[in-house]
Nanobody, 125 residues
C-alpha cells in the first residue's frame, strides 16, 4: 500500500482544513487508517484512527470534538476534517495504514506498516 497525504497549509487560528490520504492497492477497505502528527522538536503523536468499515473511530483528547476522521473506501481515501484549529495543532501530519491492528494498538505508531509522506499544517495566532 502506498499513501499520499495532501491538504495541508497555512490557516489562522479558528480556521479549518481538510486533509486527505489517498491509498493505492485493492485491499484499502480492509485496513485500519490512522493520522499522526509531529511538531518541531517533539515526538510523533497519535491524532485519530478509523477502522476498516468506518464504523469505529477514536481520537486523542486534544482534538476530540474539533477533528473528524472519515473514509471513502470506493475512493481509497481517508480524510481528516480539522475545525477550530489552534496554534498548537501546527505539525506535519502523517497518515498510516495497517491490515492487522487490534483495538488496543490503534494509537501506537510503531504498529503501523505503511506511512504517507506527511503534509504540513501551520496555524497562526
Amino acid at each position: 500500500v502506498q499513501l499520499q497525504a495532501s491538504g495541508g497549509g497555512l490557516v489562522q487560528a479558528g480556521g479549518s482544513l481538510r486533509l486527505s490520504c489517498a491509498a493505492s492497492g485493492r485491499t484499502f477497505s480492509s485496513y485500519v487508517m490512522g493520522w499522526f502528527r509531529q511538531a518541531p522538536g517533539k515526538e510523533r503523536e497519535f491524532v485519530a484512527v478509523i477502522n476498516w468499515s468506518g464504523g469505529s473511530t477514536y481520537y486523542d483528547d486534544s482534538v476530540k470534538g474539533r477533528f473528524t476522521i472519515s473514509r471513502d473506501n470506493a475512493k481509497n481515501t481517508v480524510y481528516l476534517q480539522m475545525n477550530s484549529l489552534r496554534p498548537e495543532d501546527t505539525a506535519v501530519y502523517y497518515c498510516a495504514a495497517d491490515p492487522n491492528l487490534r483495538f488496543g494498538e490503534w494509537t501506537l505508531d510503531n504498529r503501523y506498516d505503511y506511512w504517507g509522506q506527511g503534509t504540513q499544517v501551520t496555524v497562526s495566532s
